[in-house]
């Protein structure tokens, strides 16, 4: 059965996936939502058996529905190869007694690289469903690994162009160095002084400006986003949620039916939404945990019901989860609205003018699928350190949020499910700061050296992202005001 997208917030018409995907976000600055969450159409037993890729097929095309047998699993081809360090892809692992499902052995060693690496293929294909013949320019908003996961999924894509903007020191030195060294001719990095809602707020302004819009398209440009705000992310994400329940059932550690908790660094929603759709389509999980760290927002949305972004800004040891405002949470308040695309956009309305909204309890009670945790910096490390002491295994600091958040879910809520903590970031990508939990006494500060100590200390080879830009040459240099974004655009398209 076909499924078509709309808007969150009310604009007339159903859109194809294709195109939900091509438009990135809806021309009334709403999300595209698919108009009804589809089952899954295979047995959970089948789930066993199957590699990534196949999985991936299974849970993508209950979505994509415009799109062919052949386009999908050419798509999935091209995306889940020998850019992953591991065939498994999405490897599940036991260290004690957590389980950690690692999502980051693609190409720029952060969970990005689960939806960014289908993304420009999807789009291509995209393109040439639906005719389009203007150059497409994604617009990223980053912080810190959707940019360099961005870049190197389009980077010398024909058709395409990439522009990315992230917090100018708001990124670990390792994610600023992976992204300004980028190669392609069509990319472009720029360092925004200001946070990432800063850049995040920008790059969504730029998309609803309707002049522009029509100024770049005389100009043979079309934007689109490859931000989690674009379906076409979201999609490839809830493939790993169905292939972690068969990795546990391989292993023998839960039977077919059990339910299975998911525990989630949670920055821009996005992951975790993946981890609730895979539920709505009938994989069996339990509660589903939003971990934050001290930019707790979201724990106290769960709380209180009141969302409310007006808060220092506080950065972390975690910057990938340094969000005030978690984007994808629209398409939760939508769905618990009842799909009343009016209601919805008026808590929007509400959150631009003035930085918060509350649901209604009705809307609360719906909120029993979560259950949020938050972890303090000082929790960030010890739990690196204990993990790192008791096991071995060296864990970055967004997993040991989610890490922390397990514990504090398992002491407080009697529950016998079994639970998986998600890796969202390889340990090398904030070799810094797990480098300080690991060996509080060691005292070189280059991060190169670092890395090469981490990799005696974890016991695991220096990943080949980490490696490629130890010697590679800065190629941007650009820096602008949250202000100057958009002529930022209209420069480097030579406008
Ligand atoms: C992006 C990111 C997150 C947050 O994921 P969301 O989908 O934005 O909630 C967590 N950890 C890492 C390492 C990330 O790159």
Do not use: W
Request: charged share 25%; with cysteine; proline share 3%.
């Amino acid at each position: 059965m076909s499924i078509m997208y709309k808007s969150t917030r009310g604009m007339q018409g159903e859109f194809p996936a294709s195109v939900a995907i091509i438009k990135g976000l809806a021309d009334d600055g709403g999300l595209f939502v698919p108009e009804r969450i589809p089952k899954l159409s295979i047995e959970l037993s089948a789930l066993r058996g199957m590699s990534y890729q196949e999985t991936a097929y299974h849970i993508m095309k209950e979505f994509l529905t415009d799109y062919t047998e052949e386009e999908l699993k050419s798509c999935i081809e091209k995306a889940y190869d020998n850019k992953f360090d591991t065939p498994e892809i999405a490897p599940l692992v036991k260290r004690g007694d957590q389980y950690f499902l690692e999502l980051f052995h693609g190409a720029t060693i952060a969970f990005k690289d689960m939806a960014l690496s289908i993304l420009p293929h999807l789009l291509t294909t995209a393109m040439k469903k639906n005719k389009i013949d203007k150059e497409i320019v994604i617009l990223t908003a980053t912080s810190g690994d959707t940019g360099k996961a961005a870049l190197a999924g389009f980077a010398d894509v024909p058709g395409t162009r990439i522009i990315v903007f992230y917090p100018k020191g708001g990124v670990s030195k390792i994610q600023e160095l992976q992204m300004v060294t980028q190669k392609g001719k069509n990319t472009r990095v720029i360092g925004v002084h200001g946070n990432f809602d800063d850049c995040q707020t920008g790059v969504k302004n730029i998309f609803s400006d309707r002049e522009l819009r029509e100024e770049i398209g005389e100009n043979g440009y079309q934007f689109s986003s490859a931000n989690s705000i674009n379906i076409g992310r979201l999609v490839p994400q809830i493939a790993y949620y169905a292939y972690a329940y068969g990795s546990m059932l391989r292993m023998e550690e839960i039977k077919e039916g059990d339910l299975l908790d998911v525990v989630v660094p949670t920055g821009n929603f996005g992951n975790i939404l993946a981890a609730y759709y895979a539920k709505q389509m009938g994989i069996p999980i339990g509660k589903l945990v939003c971990a934050s760290n001290e930019n707790k927002v979201l724990f106290d949305f769960f709380k209180t019901g009141s969302y409310d972004k007006n808060r220092e800004f506080i950065l972390t040891s975690s910057p990938s989860m340094d969000i005030l405002i978690s984007s994808n949470l629209e398409r939760l308040i939508y769905l618990l609205c009842n799909q009343d695309a009016t209601r919805n956009a008026a808590f929007m309305k509400s959150l631009s003018e003035t930085g918060s909204y509350e649901i209604t309890a009705e809307m609360k009670e719906k909120l029993s699928d979560f259950y949020g945790a938050y972890a303090t910096e000082q929790e960030v490390f010890s739990t690196i350190h204990e993990i790192y002491d008791r096991t071995g295994y060296v864990i970055d600091t967004h997993t040991a949020v989610a890490a922390f958040a397990d514990q504090v879910y398992k002491k407080d809520e009697n529950t016998s499910n079994k639970s998986i903590i998600v890796s969202t970031a390889s340990p090398f990508k904030f070799t810094r700061n797990v480098m300080k939990a690991v060996a509080p006494s060691y005292t070189d500060t280059d991060d190169f050296k670092m890395v090469d100590e981490l990799g005696r200390l974890a016991g695991v080879k220096v990943p080949a992202a980490i490696e490629e830009i130890r010697n590679a040459q800065v190629l941007h240099e650009q820096v602008c005001d949250a202000k100057s974004m958009r002529y930022a655009v209209k420069e480097s398209l030579g406008m």
